[in-house]
């Protein structure tokens, strides 16, 4: 129904910094995109919020990224973006862009999309 293409991952040492993209894209018109975010998901751990963006202006941010991450949208393009700066060892997981919304404003316009997911290591 609504496509998510993630790009930015990659390998970089610690306190170093990664910007991660996301655009939404589906057949026809996306009516409402009400969020945009991102979770992400290490080994042997569950998936846990990164920050999300509502296309009212709202911004959330997990705990352990507070002050480190910046989540921004652009409304025009269906994109959000992740800039990660002092990045840490303990960032290393595969991160995931989430959007949720209506393609059409019809309860079964409803999504609650997701991407492949995007691998980011820190290591020096």
């Known amino acids: 129904q609504v496509q998510l293409v993630e790009s930015g991952g990659g390998l970089v040492q610690p306190g170093g910094s990664l910007r991660l993209s996301c655009t939404a894209s589906?057949?026809?018109?996306?009516?409402?995109?009400?969020?945009m975010g991102w979770y992400r998901q290490a080994p042997g751990k569950q998936r846990e919020l990164v920050a999300t963006?509502?296309?009212?202006?709202?911004?959330d941010y997990g705990t352990s990224v507070k002050g480190r991450f910046t989540i921004s949208r652009d409304n025009a393009m269906n994109a959000v973006y992740l800039q990660m700066n002092s990045l840490k060892p303990e960032d290393t997981a595969v991160y995931y862009c989430?959007?949720?919304?209506?393609?059409?404003?019809?309860?079964?316009?409803?999504?609650?999309?997701w991407g492949q997911g995007t691998q980011v290591t820190v290591s020096s």
């Open positions: 589906a057949s026809g018109n996306i009516f409402n995109l009400v969020a």
């Open positions: 989430n959007a949720q919304g209506w393609t059409t404003p019809t309860p079964s316009g409803r999504f609650d999309s």
């Open positions: 963006a509502t296309s009212g202006g709202s911004r």
